[in-house]
């Protein structure tokens, strides 16, 4: 993607920057998604994960067969930040629950070892 970001007219030395949309995405939907998680089930939070994702791959790689989305910068750096904001969106709800199940683990492995 770094080649195509340099192809549209980007500096070299400046596409390391467009990736940095994706982070800040996280950083920025992580708090708004936590507090979502708490009202809405995780089924419909991991589906709107997946519609999201599937946009935002759509927006960054626009595609000459289907030529439905102009080929301009701004629409791959709106598709990244839509990619940070579905990863979070994946994440964050999860979270709570793939901690409980290594907490878990780790008890049944302890438990184990001084039997």
Do not use: R
Request: glycine share 6%; hydrophobic share 55%; proline share 4%.
């Amino acid at each position: 993607m770094s080649v195509k970001l340099i192809e549209m007219g980007m500096e070299e030395s400046q596409t390391g920057l467009a990736f940095s949309i994706m982070g800040a995405a996280v950083v920025v939907a992580s708090p708004i998604i936590g507090s979502y998680a708490k009202k809405i089930e995780l089924k419909y939070l991991s589906q709107f994960a997946v519609y999201v994702m599937a946009l935002a791959l759509f927006m960054i790689g626009p595609s000459t067969f289907m030529n439905l989305l102009p080929n301009d910068i701004w629409i791959m750096f709106i598709g990244l930040f839509l990619c940070g904001f579905a990863q979070a969106s994946a994440y964050v709800p999860t979270a709570p629950e793939i901690m409980a199940s290594n907490e878990e683990v780790e008890k049944d492995a302890l438990f184990k070892k001084f039997q």
